[in-house]
């Protein structure tokens, strides 16, 4: 008695292993380009509310530095910036929006601010 491989059999894969394989590693291919489309798409729209956040901060500075901040707009590629003000009691109030694209979407982000009345020197008259 020969121990041993089966009459017939021969060493390596058939077919329907090698095709279980092939799909195998299909899926798992194609997972790897969703999820680096998905990266990509997340990672585009992270920069452009980045610079959108950027550009509303470098503005809002800006007006608060202002002895007399007035509205305005500007417009940076890719972002529209607009900016109310209005009295606020002793206070200056001021509205900013902000307009930018993500890649697909529109998006606006709109912040406030209040500045302050400037404050006398102490032992000044009012």
């Known amino acids: 008695m020969v121990i041993g491989r089966p009459f017939g059999a021969r060493p390596g894969l058939g077919l329907t292993e ?25 990672l585009g ?8 956040i950027r550009l509303a901060g470098t503005v809002l500075d800006s007006l608060l530095q202002e002895e007399a901040p007035v509205a305005g707009e500007q417009v940076h ?8 003000v ?3 009691g002793r206070a200056t109030r001021i509205v900013l929006e ?4 993500d890649g697909t979407r529109r998006r606006r ?9 400037a404050l006398r020197p102490i032992g000044e008259e009012p």
Do not use: D, I, K, Q
Request: aromatic share 6%; hydrophobic share 55%; charged share 20%.
């Open 18 to 42: 090698v095709l279980v394989a092939v799909v195998v590693l299909g899926v798992g291919v194609l997972g790897a380009v969703a999820t680096t489309t998905l990266a990509v798409r997340t």
């Open 77 to 84: 590629p890719g972002h529209r910036l607009r900016w109310t």
């Open 45 to 52: 729209a992270a920069a452009a509310r980045e610079t959108a």
């Open 98 to 101: 902000v307009e930018y694209r």
């Open 109 to 117: 982000l709109s912040f406030e601010a209040l500045r302050a009345a």
């Open 86 to 88: 209005r009295p606020a």
